[in-house]
């Protein structure tokens, strides 16, 4: 049974109290549903404070100004607390306290709160068409409501992770180990950090394992799985590392910014110092693994694309529109880590970082970077288009604010740009010819939305168009290259049908000559070659 209870006599109970009637002004009664009062929970009175959201209640919240719950009395429940307040009110009264501030004290008290619920739940008069509106016509309505109020960025792009985890991680005990490894992860960018480390392990998978590691000629794997862990951990690391800085580097400037306002040095979440040791601390294990782990080449990279993007990229930001040039080549830089550490451990000289980077069989990893180098211009351009008025605001130098007409323009001819790119791939071997079908299907998609974009300036829906399409391409491409890898269905092939034979002469065949080509001038090379060629025959 529902029962409705006015609080109209509790507060004239209040107002007798304080002997200062004039001083308290109720303009309406408020309204509570029973159900809110006794059942499952027991009713708590708390004062809210203005900039208050959500509430911990506990045992040891406070009932009203000055009374503490110390066990469980009946005068907590709904029908006692009033006169409960009213006596706390009075005796402060009578010690002194400002009338003034009690009196406000007086309107900012009596709501009640359940755990689990809305800090403030009074149930005013309603429409009687609201009252009976069905349940999710309201969740409909309210999705609307809140959609109508979101800002343009809100509207336009998706959810920030880093402000996602900023919001958990202040809901969170003050000093609890959860709410740091949140908060430090929301420095981090994971949702940026994974796509990078997406990059990274596509071009490893991609690199051509030569003849003489295939698994028909060698028995142990041509490429090592702990190296794989070594190189996503560590790329990881490093560009936590990297966000980390550029966030302890602009916090006020973050503050201005919509979608960079809820990070956690912007809302206090936690200290500079804390985030400069995470920073460092991530910064020194990344790199440290990847030089352990992978190669140093694959280390210095990495340490490098720290530097690159907290110390060149970020200040250039309010600098020049140079910037963004200098952002996607940051970008570009993991998928050759990638290649690297898979051309590291196929080297046939000494592994230095010429022969990982600047050999022959280095041109598909730099094929690789160039795809991640022009992607980014059509997917950031079209993002910054709704808070091109923010960017402008905080005193960033991009190119949606100072030249709208060149934003479009440099979309649309980088989004072409993946068409000879992916050709590439395909024509030095990296994928088979039938990447270039799939492929051209993906990059006319954002093509067209490039054009409507530059053609529109961004308006017509054009920005939110490209943004979606640049945000599906990057991923589809590189599934599909993995797909399309030069001779992997080919093994597949003759794996499910049992025809290794033929495999196994070429492999014999073209082995001799690599393995001479490997040996150079080295005596000792050689008679370990002559000896693997003998115990072949």
């Known amino acids: 049974m529902r029962e409705i209870i006015l609080l109209k006599l509790g507060a004239q109970m209040i107002k007798e109290q304080y002997h200062h009637p004039e001083e308290v002004k109720i303009e309406r009664p408020f309204v509570y549903d029973m159900n809110f009062v006794i059942g499952r929970y027991v009713v708590r009175y708390f004062i809210l404070k203005p900039d208050s959201t959500r509430h911990d209640f506990r045992r040891h919240d406070i009932i009203g100004p000055a009374l503490k719950v110390q066990k469980w009395r009946r005068e907590y429940f709904f029908p006692n ?76 792009l998706p959810s920030n992770s880093s402000s996602n985890l900023s919001n958990l991680s202040s809901t969170l005990p003050a000093r609890s180990l959860r709410r740091l490894l949140t908060t430090c992860l929301s420095l981090s960018k994971p949702r940026l950090s994974f796509l990078i480390v997406l990059t990274t392990a596509t071009a490893y998978s991609l690199y051509p394992v ?4 295939l698994p028909t000629t060698t028995i142990s794997p041509s490429l090592s799985a702990l190296t794989m862990v070594f190189l996503t951990s560590g790329t990881f ?10 966030m302890l580097i602009e916090p006020k400037y973050d503050a201005q910014m919509s979608r960079t306002r809820n990070r956690p040095l912007v809302r206090g979440l936690i200290g500079k110092r804390g985030a400069l040791v995470f920073a460092g601390l991530a910064g ?8 352990f782990g992978v190669n140093p080449t694959v280390a210095f990279l990495g340490g490098l694309n720290i530097a690159l993007y907290a110390g060149v990229y970020t200040p250039m930001k309010r600098i020049s529109v140079v910037n963004t040039w200098v952002g996607a080549l940051v970008g570009g830089i993991p998928p050759l880590m990638g290649w690297a550490a898979a051309a590291g451990q ?26 991640l180098y022009a992607w980014q211009f059509p997917h950031f351009n079209s993002l910054s288009w709704p808070i091109r008025e923010e960017y402008k605001k905080a ?12 934003n479009g323009r440099v979309a649309l001819r980088y989004a072409i740009m993946c068409f000879p790119i992916c050709f590439g791939l395909s024509w030095f071997q990296v994928t088979d010819q039938g ?10 998609w954002m093509v067209r939305e490039a054009w409507r974009f530059w053609r529109n300036e961004g308006h017509k829906g054009s920005a939110r168009g490209l943004f979606w399409a640049s945000v599906w391409h990057l991923p589809v491409v590189l599934v599909l290259a993995m797909v399309h890898k030069n001779k992997l269905w080919q093994g597949i092939w003759r794996s499910a049908t049992g025809d290794t034979e033929d495999e196994e002469n070429t492999a014999s065949e073209t082995a001799d000559p690599q393995l001479i080509m490997a040996a150079g001038d080295n005596p000792i090379r050689l008679a370990k070659a002559a000896a693997a060629i003998e115990g072949r025959l």
């Open 435 to 444: 990447f270039l079908l799939t492929s051209s299907v993906v990059n006319a």
């Open 284 to 291: 020194i294990l990344g790199v440290g693994g990847l030089w």
């Open 210 to 213: 030569p003849t003489l590691l």
């Open 395 to 406: 005193g960033y130098r991009m190119l949606v604010w100072t030249n709208s007409r060149m």
């Open 237 to 246: 690391l490093c560009c936590a590392s990297a966000n980390a800085l550029n």
């Open 81 to 156: 607390a009033a006169p409960g307040i009213a006596q706390a009110n009075s005796a402060r009264i009578k010690k002194g306290v400002d009338n003034s501030d009690a009196a406000k004290l007086i309107q900012d008290v009596t709501f009640l709160a359940t755990p689990g619920l809305s800090p403030l739940r009074p149930v005013t008069f309603e429409d009687p068409v609201q009252s009976s509106e069905p349940p999710h016509r309201r969740r409909k309505r309210l999705k609307e409501e809140a959609a109508a109020a979101a800002s343009p960025a809100e509207k336009f």
């Open 346 to 371: 196929s080297a046939t000289d000494s592994g230095a970082w010429t022969e990982l980077l600047f050999s022959e069989n280095s041109i598909g990893g730099w094929v690789i970077a160039a795809l």
